[in-house]
């Protein structure tokens, strides 16, 4: 088990900040307030924490005010010191995630799948490709999304897409388009190395071409004269496909009821 160090104000960046909240704020910065490093670049600080709370710098000749105010309008307040002379008293409070344009890179990850699921619901219910592909590149940074759009009476249908995905732990929110369903799947991605998309073509093809690349300039010559010799190109049945020579990055499950273009799929002859 991998035990996470505890954040510091110097360790904050603006993903991580979504992890912590407002009393932490006030921890961290007591915690540092004798780093001359923090004193000299409060401005960068500042902006890390602005990035996930809102601050208001409160006057001091209004705290009293000031703190009623704000904290029933849910923030905390508290005071920080700048250097050994200044302390000024601030009023933060957590950036909320309501609309899908508060979404980003950083704190799409710091958000439940179900919290995911009603965020694009207020997106005036228009489904997955009502958002812009800037908000489905950031969603997708953070989750694996999958949608379907199937008539209203197919869509819970038993053995189908809809169970096995919630079996398999995947929040879905149904978009009503008429009579049918938009389905959107959405399940937190695991934090792992981002992998990078690969194809491979069979290991007897590559072996050719590496064969193919060590001739020298004169076999060159003859390999092209024999291959124009050949009265018929070579052909591959399926039976010489196998799990030795063959592999693909992708799986595809098929379902006819789920693979329909369209209505005219269900309109009678």
């Known amino acids: 088990m991998t035990v996470k160090k505890a954040l510091t104000l110097k360790t904050l960046t ?29 401005r960068r600080y500042k902006d890390i924490i602005r990035s996930a709370f809102m601050i208001e710098e409160v006057k001091e000749e209004d705290i009293e005010a000031a703190k009623k105010k704000y904290t029933k309008q849910g923030y905390k307040v508290g005071q920080i010191k700048v250097d050994d002379q200044t302390k000024i008293t601030w009023a933060i409070k957590k950036r909320p ?4 344009t508060d979404l980003t890179y950083e704190n799409i990850r710091h958000i439940s799948a179900a919290k995911l699921m009603e965020v694009i619901d207020r997106n005036f219910g228009g489904g997955w490709d009502s958002l812009s592909q800037s908000i489905q590149d950031i969603i997708e940074s953070g989750f694996d999304i999958s949608t379907t759009t199937l008539p209203k009476d197919r869509l819970h249908k038993p053995g189908g897409m809809y169970e096995k995905k919630v079996a398999d732990g995947y929040e879905v929110l149904e978009v009503a388009k008429g009579s049918w369903v938009e389905a959107i ?4 991605k695991p ?10 073509t069979s290991r007897a093809f590559n072996d050719e071409e590496d064969e193919e690349d060590d001739l020298p300039e004169d076999d060159y010559k003859n390999h092209d004269e024999e291959d124009e010799e050949m ?27 789920e693979e329909a273009d369209g209505l005219e799929d269900y309109v009678e002859d």
């Open 14 to 42: 603006k993903s991580t900040v979504w992890d912590v909240q407002e009393n932490d704020i006030f921890r961290m910065w007591e915690s540092a307030e004798k780093d001359a490093d923090i004193r000299d670049n409060l």
């Open 97 to 100: 995630i309501m609309r899908v």
């Open 185 to 188: 799947f959405a399940k937190l």
């Open 191 to 200: 934090e792992s190395e981002k992998p990078r998309m690969k194809f491979q």
């Open 231 to 257: 009265e018929e190109p070579t052909t591959f049945d399926d039976e010489d496909i196998n799990e030795d020579n063959y592999r693909t990055t992708f799986e595809i499950e098929t379902d006819p009821d």
